[in-house]
């Protein structure tokens, strides 16, 4: 196959199964599953200087703003230039997408389309390990002792917008910021939506449409 190397994006609301859906693809396929939260979380840990100019506007309550966030992810961008990668979590906006499309042309991109309330459903079931950013659901991947990452014993808390309440919002506003990102890649001829209510039954499809620009890994389709 081709020796060109993949460039893919994922995108999705929170509590689409991205994070899984991302795993999978870099275990599959060998690209780098690139998450800006994670970036973002090592670079506060190690007191970077973007991670310096985030944590001010996170210790205010504040959206770390595009420019910072974009940034981050054209310095990592650059040292994986000779790698395969998948983006999680960037480009999130219109600004964001216009940065990420000087430096490179994608191949693909995913959006998952998931009802709301299986969205709403699987938000309130979500605790997470704030100092690793590890995330369980009590339905389909519960920690070992309630309350209690697996790992480190240390306590889970469940985010103020995973509640309930919050959620609702917090959907309306990926949406709004979504909208014209998925206009912009529909328009280039490299979107691939899917739609549905478990990780399960979409990730053959994602497999199929990924087998045919890079070769697997391993020539099964299992996890």
Partial sequence: MASKLLRAVILGPPGSGKGTVCQRIAQNFGLQHLSSGHLLRENLKANTEVGDVARQYLEKGLLVPDHVITRLMMSELEL?????????????????????????????????NIPFETLKDRLSRRWIHPPSGRVYNLDFNPPHVHGIDDITGEPLVQQEDDKPEAVAARLRRYKDAAKPVIELYKSRGVLHQFSGTETNKIWPYVYTLFSNKITPIESKEAY
Avoid: M, Y
């Fill in 80 to 112: 994986r230039s000779s790698q395969h990668w998948l983006l999680d979590g960037f480009p999130r906006t219109l600004v964001q997408a216009e940065a990420l499309n000087k430096i490179c042309d994608l191949d693909l991109v995913i959006s998952l």
